[in-house]
């Protein structure tokens, strides 16, 4: 029998089709075993060729020409857009993603890898052109975005792939975090390239690379990886450089937080509330008013497990300073349980003078604390000069007062009474009167009397409006 060369035996097995293949291989499998491997060896280099003719951007494009033949979905624009039928781009691009996979055992990963990613780009590209995020008649599994990271990341354990070709695909995947289209998936993109440049890099390349991408970022990503860092040096043993990476960079907050947090585990208070302190400086110095709260609560929650009353409580007076609403309350009555009982009023009255805010409404929480102290005349004088909302602090307080008070505190509400309907000649507004006529007859007798006098004051002003005259029918006097 004359030996064939490999190249004559690459020519006969690419004229036969791959079922005709699979049958000679398991009928000479036995008898011709030398003639089986010639045929293995020729095979790969079939698909290899069939795998070059595969045109991958051709065949993904393609995938994205299904447009629906009557929209589902109405948009509210004069002209109607076309949109893609994504059931039927979902299937075709599984297809694609299938024969790409095949280019992985032929040799030729990269084609698997440039057609996941063309696939995400495309699918990155059409969710803001094809206003996914509004529309209802679409499923995120046909975007196939877990299908893709799946072909990378066995693209990427072929040995035909170099070190250098491995960290590239490494940092492109990187680059897709700030894609929306991640929200959709349940694949953890980060553990894949974590992994990859874990088994290629020691930790000092991997350090390095973390680094870089660090300073290239911004926003969330940036911070996220601040603390990816500080974990990574933390994991290693590698305490000090941890330290050193936190005060290059003491205005990423989540690294404060993990920076807190190894200080307190490490027994090292004083640092601790050091730390706490610049975090305070530092959002103040930003107008960030709400992380500068967060972390003077984080310091208060310290001094009191550490027993510091004082600093806590004096803390706690300067957090009632710049709260608002109920939230003082909280500050008020903490404080309140850590100043002995002798030093207790002087600083509760330099506590309140501290947020002159809470004299404006009759009924914010300075009423409430003055009722709490039994201090009845300042809170009939906060009443009485308070800008609004007496009649809400009247429903609660009115009983505390003597009866020339109450006459005092209802006469300012009398003006508000007496010119209410003006414009607003309807029935919403017909309603709100009797329901506040109703509130101010509760409050006292003083309240009373003059509910009873708008009531007749409205009727005989307008006897022909008849929804009017309806409301106040229902005002209890």
Known sequence: MTKLSQETVDKLIASLPEEQLRAIVRSY????PAFCEALRGGKAATSS??????????????????????????????????????????????????????????????????????????????????????????DADDLCLDDCFK????????????KEQKLEICDRLDRLHHSELLEYTEYDLQELIDSVRGELLTDDEHLAIMIRDFKNESGWRKSSLACDIWDFLIDLGRANEAEAFFHDNPQVDELRVRFIGFLQSSGREVEVLKAIDEGVKLAHKQSLFGLERKWRERKLEI???????????????????????????????????????????SFRDTMLAGNPDLRHSADS?????????????????????????????????????????????IAKLEK???????????????????SRLSALAKTC????????????????????????????????L
């Open 29 to 32: 499998a036995l008898t011709h």
């Open 445 to 476: 007798p003083a309240g009373k009397a003059l509910a009873t006098k708008v009531v007749a004051e409205y009727r005989n002003k307008f006897p022909n409006r008849p929804a009017l005259i309806e409301e106040l029918a229902n005002v209890k």
């Open 151 to 162: 072909l990378i990341e066995k693209a990427l354990s072929s040995p035909s792939m170099s």
């Open 303 to 345: 001094l009191e497990a550490r027993g510091d009353a004082t600093a806590a409580a004096f803390l706690c007076k300067d957090l009632f300073a710049d709260a608002r609403g109920q939230e003082t309350l909280k500050y008020y009555y903490k404080a309140k349980g850590l100043i002995d009982s002798e030093k207790w009023p």
């Open 49 to 138: 060729t069939q795998i070059v003719a595969f045109d991958y951007k051709t065949e993904v494009l393609r995938c994205y020409r299904h447009f629906m033949k009557s929209p589902r979905w109405e948009h509210d624009w004069h002209q109607q857009p076309k949109f893609l039928d994504w059931e039927l781009v979902g299937k075709d691009l599984n297809k694609v993603i299938k024969r790409a996979e095949t280019s992985i055992t032929a040799g030729r990963p990269d084609i698997a890898i440039e057609t996941a990613f063309l696939i995400l780009e495309m699918n990155d590209r059409q969710y803001e052109e094809d206003y996914l995020c509004e529309r209802e008649d679409w």
């Open 416 to 434: 508000e009474f007496t010119v209410f309907i003006g414009y607003n000649a309807n029935r919403k507004s017909y309603r709100e009167l009797a």
């Open 365 to 409: 929480p300075l009423a409430e604390i003055f009722k709490e102290e039994g201090l009845l005349d300042r809170l009939y004088n906060h009443l009485l000069n308070a800008k609004y909302n007496l009649l809400s602090a009247l429903s609660r307080y009115a009983k505390a007062f003597t009866p020339q008070q109450q006459k005092n505190l």
